[in-house]
């Protein structure tokens, strides 16, 4: 039986068999799924047990748990993780490995992490952990042993982590608003929580409560972090706050470029100028936060760092059998754009026009 016979037996087209095979993105969990039970129950093997041992020896798996928190099917299209896998392939390139590319449905957590396992293809496998619990990564740990796990950590597990200094680089930006004269500042959370927000609005309100400042309930907003675009639900947590004749707050923080970027959108649509009438700062760098205007002001992560750190801990620990795990976090750097301004008192549209 030939690639071609899979291709006809599953409905699909031969790339999407050789996608499914090499573990690349391009298809999605559901059809890379069939595919793989149609080889599966036709006895075909993509490869010869010769060959698969030696590609492994010299190849890394990138493994990434889709549909949940804020990993999206088509995640390689993020761009905080497209810029990360780009460096991931570069230094894997650079160290004579090839990386090759797995993606598990979460619904289907326990059965699809077992086939990845009983596949064997690589000497040691990257995980993107962001949006992972600890049990998760535990049970990937306990099937694949040669393991690190990227953009999140769990310190009483002996895995091998690396992730940002989420509390340093938040920290960085409260203390920046409020070292900018900012008394009144609100917080734009996710609706998805992962450990790496819960990090992140650590440090910024411990910041905060370091000189003295604190953020009213009413200025804890929380909306979808993958949404680049204005977003109604956040129009609605607006106009509410507003119409209730409070003040908008003079500075917000938003705890990703996504969420930020959005905001500012959806804000220019309120007749709220940024950074005239109120600052907003974003977190991770991504592309995207210069091409908005006001150009974004935010905390850039070390993607390329970490990216060199996985890779290289990883083939270390393959070549020497190191047995010894460690947790290395990166630190954030803070970047300052044109979002930010001092304390500006905003007033409506409504009452502009009604005072001129």
Request: with cysteine; aromatic share 8%.
């Amino acid at each position: 039986m030939k690639m071609e016979d899979i291709a006809k037996l599953a409905n699909v087209s031969k790339s999407a068999v050789s996608l499914a095979f090499s573990g690349k993105p391009g298809i999605g969990p559901d059809t890379r799924q069939r595919i793989l039970q149609v080889a599966h129950e036709a006895g075909y093997s993509p490869k010869s047990k010769t060959i698969t041992a030696s590609r492994s020896d010299k190849s890394l798996l990138f493994l990434v748990c889709t549909n949940s928190g804020i990993v999206l099917e088509e995640y390689y299209q993020q761009p905080f993780f497209k810029e990360l896998i780009q460096f991931i392939e570069e230094r894997c390139r650079q160290k004579g490995y090839s990386l090759i590319f797995s993606t598990v449905d979460v619904e289907f957590f326990q059965r699809d992490i077992q086939m990845v396992a009983e596949e064997k293809r690589s000497a040691g496998t990257i995980v993107l952990g962001t949006n992972l619990t600890r049990e998760q990564i535990s049970d990937i740990h306990g099937k694949l042993p040669n393991l690190i796990v990227l953009d999140t950590c769990f310190d009483t597990l002996p895995v091998q982590f690396i992730q940002i200094n989420n509390v340093m680089g938040a920290y960085q930006a409260g203390a920046y608003l409020c070292d900018m004269g900012h008394t009144s500042i609100g917080y734009i959370a996710s609706n998805v929580r992962i450990h790496n927000f819960e990090e992140r609005k650590r440090g910024f309100l411990a910041a905060l409560m370091e000189r003295g400042l604190k953020i009213p309930e009413a200025q804890m907003l929380a909306v979808a972090p993958t949404i680049l675009t204005s977003q109604e639900d956040l129009n609605r947590q607006l106009t509410v706050y507003l119409e209730s004749g409070k003040t908008l707050p003079t500075a917000w923080f938003c705890e990703c470029d996504y969420i930020a970027i959005s905001a500012m959108k959806t804000m220019s649509e309120l007749g709220i100028r940024v950074p005239q009438d109120t600052s907003i700062i974003g977190f991770d760098n991504i592309t995207e936060s210069v091409i908005v205007t006001p150009e974004l002001t935010t905390i850039h992560v070390e993607k390329e760092r970490m990216a060199v750190l996985a890779v290289d801990l990883l083939t270390d620990t393959i070549e020497q059998g190191t047995q010894v795990t460690a947790k290395i976090t990166v630190d954030t750097k803070f970047v300052e754009r044109n979002s930010c301004a001092a304390p500006a008192t905003f007033v409506p549209k409504g009452e502009l026009t009604e005072q001129a």
